[in-house]
């Protein structure tokens, strides 16, 4: 069973908010995605170790999996280029939690191209088609999906920063997770 993008997508937005107990049709509302798609897209990240299920509804992502996986194989499996500037949603070093700590001449910072967007930049595929909209109304989401973007298209120094924000993020303790060894 192969990974598609959108797993992903739902494993992040689980990660951005623990302890959280996701249903998969309210999954799917927050990610513009059918109840059957998050369901498909938690299958394939259980069977590719990104995930465990302690139950048929009671699942959660696989912390140091999931951080491993984004640091040394998303930017091989799914790689990124930047296209023509357009106005969209700023990702990568243009919005936080790396917009403060780099310097982007103006117009130079990716956005994924959006009706919404307010900021012009070379566009960038997002990760998965209903990435931007989800992120516009989860910053804890937005924020992973950008430091996902910064390892996909970064320079070094950029990969780098966004590396150790990103095992900051994901690797904080959560309470109520389910245990992986389970």
């Known amino acids: 069973m192969d990974l598609k993008p959108q797993d992903l997508l739902v494993l992040l937005k689980v990660a951005a ?16 995605m059918s ?13 590719a170790g990104l995930a465990v299920a302690a139950s048929r509804a009671e699942w959660s992502p696989i912390r140091p999996n999931l951080l491993e996986f984004m640091l040394h194989g998303v930017r091989y ?6 296209g023509p500037a357009k106005r969209g949603v700023p990702t990568a070093f243009g ?7 780099l310097t982007a001449a103006p117009g130079e910072a990716p956005v994924w191209a959006h009706p919404e967007g307010k900021v012009k930049g070379p566009t960038l595929p997002p990760l ?23 390892l996909r298209i970064g ?3 950029e990969r ?19 245990d992986a060894s389970r």
């Open 95 to 101: 919005t936080e939690p790396l917009a403060s700590q």
């Open 17 to 32: 908010h623990p302890p959280k107990r996701w249903t998969y049709a309210a999954l799917g509302d927050a990610l513009s």
């Open 77 to 82: 499996v799914w790689p990124a280029a930047l």
């Open 35 to 47: 109840a059957s798609e998050s369901h498909a897209s938690v299958k394939r990240a259980v069977a």
């Open 155 to 157: 320079r070094a120094r």
């Open 128 to 150: 998965y088609r209903t990435a931007p909209q989800a992120a516009l109304v989860d910053p804890s989401l937005h924020r992973l999906l950008a430091l996902l973007d910064a």
């Open 160 to 178: 780098g920063l966004a590396a150790e924000l990103l095992e900051a993020e994901l690797m904080q303790p959560h309470s109520e997770a389910p």
